[in-house]
């Protein structure tokens, strides 16, 4: 296994336009998140997963923001009707068993989103 | 409600000189700190925890960090630092009592070492 995987590295994007990112975490970790990181600012938290559970979604930015996570395995991040704020750097990151406390976090290398 | 405060959003130092990058973080509850190490164009390494115990933590590429529970700080440090440490450091905190790691980060340090 290589990591926490996300595609595209890159996405522009017109505004008005969806946009989907995936994110394929580590295969036996079953805590997955959502972070978006703006210029300048370090990662802000959007969202996470136990398994196929969203178990915190109230820091999604609005209800234009939506995560899955079908099967507890991959996940997917959707931005409806994208605006020229929602350019930043989408991360994703997964962890085993307590998380932070026992593994610390490992992050994929995200997902650049230009809107134009 | 935490929050992460990184001093310094800029700090040049020269090669094979020591480092102190700060940090400083509220809280009314008992927190696990971390510092997250980002290299241009990839994702966060996380360097170091600091979850109980001993109050002065080791990490990855020669780094440590002091919990200072009476200053509420978590300042990372490296004693002799090289070329290939120019990256952007984030320190972040997380509750001890959620039944969830909801990771906040601070607003980075960005650190370059100057030949």
């Known amino acids: 296994d290589t990591g926490v995987s996300q595609d595209p590295r890159h996405k522009i994007t017109k505004r008005g336009q969806n946009v989907t990112f995936r994110c394929d975490p580590i295969?036996?970790?079953?805590?997955l998140y959502w972070y978006r990181q703006t210029l300048g600012q370090g990662p802000e938290f959007l969202t996470y997963?136990?398994?196929?559970?969203?178990?915190?979604k109230s820091r999604l930015l609005s209800d234009r923001f939506s995560a899955e996570r079908p099967k507890g395995s991959f996940s997917t991040l959707e931005i409806q009707r994208t605006e020229q704020g929602d350019s930043a750097m989408y991360l994703c990151?997964?962890?085993?068993?307590?998380?932070?406390?026992?593994?610390?976090?490992?992050f994929g290398s995200g997902t650049r989103l230009t809107v134009v | 409600a935490q929050s992460v405060t990184q001093l310094d959003s800029q700090v040049p130092v020269f090669e094979e000189a020591p480092v102190e990058l700060r940090c400083n973080y509220s809280?009314?509850?008992?927190?696990?700190l971390f510092w997250y190490v980002q290299y241009p164009n990839q994702g966060l390494q996380l360097l170091l925890k600091?979850?109980?115990?001993?109050?002065l933590v080791k990490g990855i590429n020669g780094f440590e960090a002091e919990f200072n529970k009476s200053q509420t700080s978590f300042h990372l440090r490296k004693p002799s630092v090289h070329i290939s440490d120019t990256a952007e450091y984030f320190c972040?905190?997380?509750?001890?009592?959620?039944?969830?790691?909801?990771?906040?980060f601070g607003p980075g340090t960005s650190l370059s070492v100057i030949p």
């Open positions: 990151a997964s962890s085993l068993g307590q998380g932070a406390r026992d593994y610390g976090y490992t």
């Open positions: 295969s036996e970790h079953n805590r």
């Open positions: 997963f136990q398994n196929e559970a969203q178990l915190e």
């Open positions: 809280s009314s509850v008992s927190v696990y």
């Open positions: 600091y979850l109980s115990g001993s109050t």
């Open positions: 972040a905190v997380s509750h001890m009592k959620t039944s969830y790691d909801k990771v906040i």
